[in-house]
């Protein structure tokens, strides 16, 4: 198997050098990664400005490709620019879980939409940050899951979330909103200001475990297939006749 890793915490997060050590017991692996953190960057790319690619060892025969721009535009590279021929595209691990509708901000999940697009399937895995420095040793269980089920000839692409403690796994669908932004003026006038984001958890608690977000803060690995089809197909079958 012939695996690509990437994430949207950069080069240097921590999870990185043991996500690549678990995947070369799967098989062959190459790793392309944005040079800094691009967190939030959801899927965007780089195409009116060159960027720069630099091979960068992270430890004694573990190397990887830093590019400098966002986490699409590392699976596109490494797909387009260098060429290669991928089975797998892991995305992750990443320090925070990304679940509900925040998957759309989430370049951890763009990875995978990127992969899709291009023919590519993958795996986007997050987990939260009180166990971030460990998760990688509950990829084991993960595996072991996707392997039982055969959960990748069902569906190429999947969004996983590893929660601190872990009850069982669930398979579940997105969520709502997890967090949303209130805005404080930093400084400046109504007319021209700076103005700063900050975040609060809009998450509503109830205990439908089918919904990401309840199975993974209620102790559940969540395991959700997910699609880049942005066409509402039952509207579509419903209004099809109606062409004029």
Request: aromatic share 10%.
């Amino acid at each position: 198997m012939r695996i690509l890793i990437t994430n949207d915490d950069g080069l240097r997060a921590a999870g990185l050098v043991p996500l690549i050590k678990w995947c070369k017991k799967l098989g062959e692996v190459t790793v392309v990664v944005p040079k800094y953190e691009q967190s939030g960057k959801s899927h965007g790319i780089e195409f009116h400005n060159p960027w720069t690619v630099e091979e960068v060892e992270l430890e004694d025969g573990i190397t990887a490709i830093a590019v400098d721009s966002t986490t699409a535009d590392c699976v596109r590279y490494a797909i387009l620019g260098m060429g290669e021929k991928f089975d797998l595209i892991i995305s992750g691990i990443n320090r925070g879980l990304n679940i509900g509708s925040d998957i759309l901000y989430s370049g951890t999940a763009s990875a995978v939409f990127e992969g899709a697009r291009l023919g590519v399937k993958g795996i986007a895995v997050s987990t939260d940050p009180s166990v971030y420095d460990i998760a990688h040793e509950r990829l084991d269980m993960v595996y072991d899951f996707f392997v039982k089920h055969d959960l990748l000839s069902k569906c190429d692409l999947y969004n996983v979330n590893i929660p601190v403690e872990i009850k069982g796994i669930r398979i579940t669908r997105q969520g709502g909103p997890y967090y949303s932004d209130e805005f404080h003026t930093i400084s400046g006038s109504d007319k021209s200001k700076t103005v700063m984001a900050y975040g609060f958890s809009a998450y509503e608690e109830d205990h439908d475990y089918e919904i990401d977000t309840n199975a993974a803060l209620h102790g559940y690995l969540s395991v959700s297939p997910i699609t880049i089809i942005r066409t509402d197909l039952a509207v579509f079958e419903e209004l099809k006749g109606l062409n004029e």
